[in-house]
């Protein structure tokens, strides 16, 4: 197989990952088929199913892409609860990025087998960053704590739009939920 060949095949590879995530960030697991999604990377869906299975194996390997991003949590533990609090106001600001992970979880957690992907790939990914961070979570309910309260204020600021959230000053809510992760990641 010549290195031409095999530069297209991850090209296309790439291309239908691509397509992927964002289909699946927009619409969710259950609201997009493979056929779109091929058609969104210039493929055949005989192409998505050669390089990943199934729709299920795609979704799998959008979830490990997605959790693996560093979105919100960062690396410093002397730091951890006032940068966890810029970047998930900065994430939730109405100008940001639509394409997130939590718009995945959201749009896909209804079917249980893409929430069981999403699951795992928490665990792996999200939580045992954490753990590595905040040492002092693991094998505590804190770590679980502190992603519901990113979630819900995602949920409750970029998607529902709480009037509260965002029409109260950033610096404000940056505060607010600095000490908020204060108390859980001590």
């Known amino acids: ?12 590879r790439a291309a239908i990952l691509r397509a992927g995530v964002e289909a699946f960030t927009r619409h969710g697991f259950d609201g997009v088929g493979v056929r779109e999604i091929a ?3 210039g493929v055949s869906a005989m192409l998505v199913n050669r390089y990943f299975g199934s729709k299920e194996g795609l979704f799998a390997e959008v979830a490990e892409v997605s959790m693996t991003d560093r979105t919100v949590l960062g690396g410093d533990p002397a730091t951890l609860a006032r940068d966890i609090a810029a970047a998930l106001v900065r994430r939730t600001s109405p100008a940001a990025d ?4 939590f718009l995945l979880m959201l749009r896909s957690a209804a079917n249980p087998r893409a929430a069981e992907i999403l699951r795992d790939n928490i665990e792996r ?3 045992a960053h954490l753990h590595e961070v905040a040492p002092d979570t693991r094998g505590t309910d804190r770590a679980a704590v502190v992603l519901s309260v990113i979630a819900g204020f ?3 600021r970029k ?3 709480s009037s509260a959230l965002t029409g109260t000053d950033e610096e404000a809510l ?3 939920l600095r000490q908020v992760f204060e108390v859980l990641l001590p």
């Open 1 to 12: 197989m010549s290195s031409a060949h095999r530069r297209d095949a991850a090209a296309t």
């Open 39 to 41: 058609q969104a990377a």
């Open 98 to 101: 639509e394409l997130s992970p």
């Open 125 to 127: 990914h999200v939580e």
């Open 154 to 156: 995602w949920l409750l």
């Open 159 to 161: 998607v529902i739009g």
């Open 174 to 176: 940056e505060t607010t």
